[in-house]
């Protein structure tokens, strides 16, 4: 069996010229932008988005026939590579978190009329949303102990809840809400939620504040539902399907974090390599010394590992195979080696990287989200374990849950 990632020459095309779009353009105009300049930022933020429409550039990971570029998920890798060079590059592009796991989910899960109301204003960049799944008294890791709890009162659904950490929620017109319908299933059932699609504001729909985080308090929010009533054309995906439907956007959306997380890293790589080459202590530049090479070669040997892993998973999901272990090995071990290569940048900075002089103190305290954001190291690491173990156990062999790889 042959693997090759080598992109076909249109596609190569394709990743040179948001290459281009993203360093010749995006990149100096926002560096014309004042931080505390609000209006200025999302003025350059609507230009420019305007602009990546009349490149071609919008939407790569939705179909042509959506608006998009329809390009398969090894192709997106390399689009979303490109464009997280700078922070906002996905957002320019229109393919950033939460809204891209959103427009898959509703490309997939929801009605004609819900797609035209729902859908198409993310697509043409009008609306944002947000995915209200995560609960402060039960395990995030775990949707089947969700206690948001929706009941039918005629033709309508009656919800209350407690959600937090919800991306977005503040700039959504509208949700995705997770809450539990079926109350005579067992405890722990995975047909126990349902999806609904929530438009906001809404006087059921209560913002209590956005979460104080590492990197600040912006993005994150926490959100008390209280007799909030949807009709039940607001069920998206079918009732008792909201644990499938999770499952179903986290995977791709999983894997486009890791494609964005290895352009952090490899920006981290190039400026701790940059800076070894120039600065000068005890007798000779950085660069000549074996503990930075290490550092320099643990981080290169790492990315490499990174992008094969990114993108034989995303080879698996354009061919529809089975992905789940591929997407959890991935998504471990590069949020993982973000935050290592990240921290060798900084050392080799010294005082420099530890300050904010250089991005490299920011980007730190958004890598350390990666190792719990859309599912915790050690629960991708007990998913692994289990589909190894059962491998073995029906095959006598762990080749099936190691990539079945021909090696």
Not at 27 to 45: K, S, W
Not at 162 to 191: C, M, Y
Not at 321 to 339: C, I, P, Q, W, Y
Not at 343 to 350: C, L, P, T
Request: glycine residues 8%.
């Amino acid at each position: 069996m042959a693997i090759d990632f080598t992109l076909s020459p249109e596609h190569e095309e394709i990743r040179k010229r948001v290459r281009a779009f993203i360093q010749g353009t995006v990149v100096p105009a926002m560096a014309e932008v004042r931080d505390d300049d609000r209006d200025a930022y999302l003025r350059t933020i609507f230009r420019l988005r305007s602009l990546a429409k009349a490149e071609g550039l919008w939407l790569p990971h939705m179909p042509k026939e959506w608006g998009g570029m329809g390009l398969g998920h090894v192709e997106l890798a390399m689009v979303q590579s490109e464009a997280a060079k700078t922070r906002i590059g996905p957002w320019v592009l229109n393919c950033q978190a939460p809204d891209e796991g959103n427009m898959h989910t509703l490309l997939h899960w929801a009605d004609d009329a819900q797609k035209e109301k729902y859908l198409r204003p993310l697509l043409d960049g009008v609306q944002m949303s947000c995915f209200a799944m995560t609960e402060p008294e039960v395990a995030g890791s775990d949707p089947t102990l969700i206690r948001t709890e929706a009941v039918q009162d005629g033709d309508e659904w009656v919800i209350n809840g407690h959600k937090w950490f919800i991306s977005n929620a503040r700039r959504a017109s509208f949700a995705i809400l997770i809450a539990r319908t079926e109350q005579d299933v067992p405890e722990g059932s995975r047909g126990a939620n349902t999806a609904f699609l929530v438009d906001l504001p809404n006087p059921g729909w209560n913002d209590v504040r956005e979460v104080e985080t590492m990197h600040g308090s912006t993005g994150h929010s926490e959100i008390v539902i209280k007799d909030l009533r949807l009709p039940g054309t607001a069920i998206l995906g079918g009732r008792g399907n909201g644990h499938r439907l999770g499952q179903y956007r986290l995977g791709p959306a999983r894997l486009a974090h890791c494609m964005r997380w290895i352009s952090q890293a490899e920006t981290a790589l190039d400026m701790m390599v940059d800076r070894a080459l120039k600065r000068y202590s005890h007798g000779s530049l950085l660069a000549e010394k074996q503990g930075i090479q290490w550092l320099i070669a643990d981080s290169a040997m790492e990315l490499y590992q990174c992008k094969l892993m990114v993108l034989h998973a995303a080879s698996r999901i354009d061919k529809g195979e089975d992905f789940r272990t591929e997407v959890s090995m991935a998504k471990h071990f590069v949020a993982g080696s973000l935050n290592r290569i990240i921290d060798r940048a900084i050392q080799v900075h010294g005082a420099l990287g530890y300050s904010t002089d250089t991005p490299l103190a920011g980007m730190f305290q958004h890598a350390r989200w990666a190792r719990f954001a859309d599912g915790a190291d050690e629960i991708h690491q007990m998913r692994i374990a289990e589909r190894t173990i059962a491998a073995y156990q029906a095959t006598g062999s762990t080749s099936a849950a190691t990539g079945n790889l021909p090696l």
